[in-house]
């Protein structure tokens, strides 16, 4: 795929920070090199040495001080390293992306500002973008100020409607389109499970003709997906995400642990196409340079206490929990809400 | 100030999330609202209990369970507000902003995340900034993103020359474009590259060309604490009676660069464009990175903050003299330089070469020395630089003196190479 067209002028004037590349040298070096052209402080004369976490299992993260250290110090933009390596090996696991080898991931401070840069590095004032309709606010609030052209996909209680999705698409041919630059819609944005605010999940044969679409019209795919991980239901019956079935290698993923460790720390992780997730990690060099270090840090160290089996055992526990939520809550609605076609149940949230 | 002309047309359509506005009803509400409009999830899923952290020294700080709470969940796109209670008291102690009633301070994710979001909020492609040159290079690099037009103005000892700039603005205005002069950007203390710092009677003379041509002051000063003599230079911001002055302030030199803390304070229109941005990307400043910095600063007080910088600057000091006693050992007669009065940098300059790009990025990691060219600091890339920025604040004196030895070396092969060829 040419990408090249999905990009402001902006995002293509972005260039790689010297001062960065140049610390890929240190990777290479002899030990003997004397490295002075990074601006790191030294990390000594920070004041935390040292810290330790206890789990509500019981359990205890400890923070010896070299690690204390990686939690202090800068690092590089991608990604604390070993948590990048855990969540590439989860994503390969979990969705089994068909073009992985050309894929690339970054931790984001959260995944909304991952969203919020891919967006960035996509939308010039006045372009189309194709959402869900209702749409969560926290996107509509990132496109406002480019006072996008919206095409509003409606649904029903199974999400996205792609007969919808075909008819606002239709007043293009998509041969004429697929390698058109202006004036053509080139995103498409959809909470696949439990949308926001919808609470409705997109089924398998939905995606796929979702996929197909948006591969006809040459749509980038923004997955925003932080329910992922509580969806209701058994795993293995989870229906596939767009980046599993993503064989043109047009998808852009948005995980978020924001739901299931914690919303403060700030760590999501946009997964996509090596030349996209490279745009997004150059803003990020300039902006906040990488997500913070210690809240990466803890949920490495989380993920590798627990292992695979402590980490869906604690999902599923998450999962259960809003499961009991919503019961209550549907049971509330009925109580003083009751008319026909009042609301939906939600199938996952 | 009127400050509606300085913001960019995106910025100003930028709007408070709807969610974040009814929060407000929170504020004096009844304590039987049942409250069910953010999409928080409920942390008593939160797998974490309890936190505590060792400081230097030995002490232990344990995060009480509301402590750890707030820094688990979600919170204001301004900033943790005990943490912003803090640092306003501090800031109005070191600064006493002349219009401190009507400013405001809010939180960062990095003090260069405020920039770059400042910037967004300011600059139409068609604006100036006016930038010290040479300049920072990650603010060069998020002005190549943009695009603005940009004033470039040499620097001497100390800093932008203010006649420089007076011409340099005059020619702006006077270009036929359909753009303002908007911002000026100075790193007052310590300046990356240069190492200088901006005298007090210079800072007023910048302050009042600022004025005249009604600009922003950028006031980026991440090295304020690491000053290395008593003498107080006043900021842009304790001298700023119009409110024109954001001033970007970090805890990465002092307390921790990977937490990704910084703060900005200035006039409440300007914060409300960056605070808008951050609502709508990451939310938030990390949560948990706040609330260990306020416990910290809690439990130093102001005797223990200071006594906290008084060490690291002891420890900079040293690391400034010993690499200035490895320059003379060494670059005597190749390099010149200006010793630095704080912060972590020399700015070198090679007496016999015009460029030093090739030498470092080519040939320097074979002769075991890294340093950065100085083209990659210029407004003008292009234009051949014989400069060199080295860092002191890893090294030991014995890795300097090294060091030096192997730039020395390196320099002398350069200059025997380029005479070859010419």
């Known amino acids: 795929m040419k990408y090249s067209r999905f990009l402001t002028q902006v995002s293509r004037n972005r260039q790689p920070s010297l001062i960065r590349e140049m610390t890929n040298l240190l990777a290479q070096a002899s030990p003997e090199l004397v490295f002075m052209a990074g601006g790191l402080p030294n990390a000594q004369m920070f004041p935390f040495q040292a810290g330790s976490i206890t789990l509500k299992d019981g359990r205890a993260l400890t923070i010896h001080p070299k690690l204390m250290m990686d939690c202090l110090q800068y690092g590089p933009t991608p990604g604390y390293p070993p948590l990048v390596k855990q969540l590439k090996d989860l994503t390969q696991q979990l969705h089994s992306p068909p073009r992985w080898a050309e894929m690339d991931l970054i931790v984001t401070a959260g995944s909304q500002d991952g969203l919020c840069k891919a967006l960035e590095m996509m939308i010039s004032p006045g372009d189309y973008v194709v959402t869900q309709e209702p749409c969560y606010t926290g996107t509509l609030s990132i496109l406002k100020p480019y006072k996008p052209r919206y095409l509003p996909i409606s649904g029903d209680q199974n999400g996205m409607c792609p007969e919808a999705l075909k008819a606002a698409l239709s007043k293009w041919k998509p041969e004429e389109v697929q390698d058109t630059e202006k004036d053509v819609p080139k995103v498409l944005y959809v909470n696949p499970n439990a949308c926001n605010p919808t609470g409705v999940s997109l089924p398998e044969d939905r995606r796929q003709e979702i996929y197909k679409i948006a591969s006809e019209y040459n749509l980038i795919i923004l997955e925003d997906d932080p329910y992922y991980f509580v969806q209701f239901g058994d795993r293995k019956d989870f229906p596939p995400s767009f980046l599993s079935m993503d064989v043109d290698c047009r998808v852009i993923r948005f995980d978020s642990f924001s739901k299931i460790l914690s919303s403060g720390l700030r760590i999501g992780y946009v997964t996509g196409p090596k030349p996209l997730v490279e745009r997004i990690v150059l803003h990020a060099q300039v902006s906040l340079l990488h997500a913070p270090a210690m809240s990466q840090v803890l949920v490495s160290e989380l993920l590798k206490l627990w292992g695979d089996e402590g980490f869906f055992k604690h999902t599923d526990a998450v999962q259960a929990f809003y499961l009991d939520q919503r019961n209550a809550m549907l049971e509330a609605a009925e109580k003083h809400l009751s008319g026909p076609d009042l609301f939906t149940v939600p199938l996952c949230h | ?422």
């Open chain 2, 1 to 422: 100030m009127d400050y509606s002309k300085f913001i960019s047309k995106l910025s100003s359509r930028r709007k408070p999330s709807c969610i974040s506005e009814l929060r407000r009803a929170l504020d004096n509400c009844s304590p039987s609202l049942v409250w069910l409009a953010s999409g928080m999830p409920n942390p008593e899923k939160f797998p974490f209990r309890e936190m505590t952290v060792t400081l230097e020294g030995g002490k232990k700080l344990t995060l009480s369970k509301e402590t750890l709470s707030a820094g688990l969940q979600y919170g204001p796109s301004h900033g943790y507000l005990p943490f912003r209670n803090q640092l306003k008291r501090m800031v109005e102690q070191w600064h006493a902003p002349p219009r401190w009633a009507e400013s405001d301070l809010i939180v960062t994710v990095g003090n260069q995340d405020g920039i770059s979001k400042a910037l967004d909020m300011l600059l139409d492609p068609e604006d100036f900034i006016v930038v010290p040159d040479p300049c920072y290079s990650d603010f060069l690099c998020m002005l190549s993103s943009l695009a603005p037009q940009i004033v470039a103005v040499s620097v001497d000892d100390q800093g932008m020359r203010p006649d420089i700039l007076q011409s340099a603005l005059e020619k702006a205005i006077s270009s036929g474009s359909t753009g303002i002069p908007k911002a000026l950007y100075l790193v007052p203390n310590s300046c990356n590259p240069t190492g200088t710092n901006m005298g007090e009677e210079r800072r007023q003379e910048i302050y009042a060309i600022a004025q005249q041509y009604d600009l922003i002051i950028l006031e980026d000063d991440p090295y304020c604490f690491l000053q290395f003599n008593d003498k107080y230079l006043p900021s842009f911001l304790s001298m700023d009676v119009d409110g024109r002055v954001l001033r970007f302030d970090s805890f990465s030199k002092v307390v921790s660069s990977g937490l990704r803390i910084g703060f900005v304070t200035g006039p409440p229109p300007l914060l409300q464009g960056i605070t808008l941005h951050m609502q709508a990307s990451c939310i938030c400043p990390p949560m948990l990175s706040q609330v260990l910095i306020h416990e910290l600063l809690t439990s130093w007080g102001d005797e223990g903050f200071k006594k906290h910088i008084s060490d690291i600057c002891q420890f900079y000091k040293e690391q400034r003299d010993a690499m200035i006693q490895a320059l003379k050992t060494h670059l005597t007669g190749i390099c010149e330089w200006i010793v630095p009065e704080g912060g972590i940098f020399v700015w070198l300059k090679v007496l016999h070469l015009s460029d030093t790009s090739a030498m470092l990025l080519e040939r320097g990691a074979k002769g075991d020395i890294v340093l950065v060219p100085g083209r990659e600091f210029m407004v003008d890339s292009t234009k051949p630089s014989p400069y060199m920025r080295a860092a002191y604040s890893c090294v030991t004196p014995e890795e300097m003196m090294k060091g030096m030895e192997n730039l020395a070396k390196l320099i002398q092969k350069e200059i025997e190479l380029q005479s070859t060829h010419t």
